[in-house]
Nanobody, 131 residues
Framework: QEQLVESGGGLVQAGDSLRLSCAAS????????MGWFRQAPGKEREFVAA????????YYADSVKGRFTISRDAAKNTVSLQMNSLKPEDTAVYYC????????????????????????WGQGTQVTVSS
């Protein structure tokens, strides 16, 4: 059974940076893509960023574009999220997710924003940004 473990969350001030990491273990199948989502109190889980495992294509939510960078390390089976210029509205629990089985023949950025695209989820790491 695959497991995803996030790390790197914490309490920072507005304008600071954080780097989140997600380590995958127990994989039976190769990953197709990995994503980061976040969920603030009282809100639905929302897409943040995704990266395809083979080609390294990246996708971002408009709210984080230019501030966050997603990357992967195939040798270590990890995906990271570098978050710069953090804002109080970035406060949330951040989850990483792994796509193992293709859900649709249609590709493109919208596909990677869907929760249903991903097969495995981590437990989340809290990011709190104070003003």
């Amino acid at each position: 059974q695959e497991q995803l473990v996030e790390s790197g969350g914490g309490l920072v001030q507005a304008g600071d940076s954080l780097r989140l990491s997600c380590a995958a273990s127990g994989r039976t199948f190769s990953s197709l893509s990995m994503g980061w989502f976040r969920q603030a109190p009282g809100k639905e889980r929302e897409f943040v960023a995704a990266i395809t495992w083979s080609g390294g294509g990246t996708y971002y939510a408009d709210s984080v574009k230019g501030r966050f960078t997603i990357s992967r390390d195939a040798a270590k089976n990890t995906v990271s999220l570098q978050m710069n210029s953090l804002k109080p509205e970035d406060t949330a629990v951040y989850y990483c997710a792994d796509e193992i089985r293709r859900k649709s023949p249609i590709s493109g950025s919208y596909y990677y924003t869907l929760l249903s695209t991903y097969d495995y989820w981590g437990q989340g790491t809290q990011v709190t940004v104070s003003s």
